[in-house]
């Protein structure tokens, strides 16, 4: 529940930007090369679980985005 809550608010807050709605799950792929450019070393079941965790985020986000009217992929 509470990454579905933080998952709406980061959507409401950012719904003035009209960012586009594909960029959600598009940021994961950035993070874990952030992540990696900062001397992380991820192993194939950590990027899994990355790419996991962005496609629950994304979900929600899209969800969200829908019930607001907004657009969504």
Not at 5 to 34: Q, Y
């Amino acid at each position: 529940m509470v990454f579905r809550g933080f998952c709406r608010d980061l959507m409401n807050r950012h719904v003035e930007r009209k960012l586009d709605p594909a960029l959600w799950k598009s940021f994961w792929g950035i993070w874990t090369a952030f992540l990696e450019s900062k001397g992380a070393s991820l192993s194939g079941d950590q990027k899994a679980a990355w790419e996991k965790l962005g496609t629950t985020f994304n979900e929600e986000c899209q969800s969200h985005l829908a019930k607001l009217g907004l657009p969504h992929t």
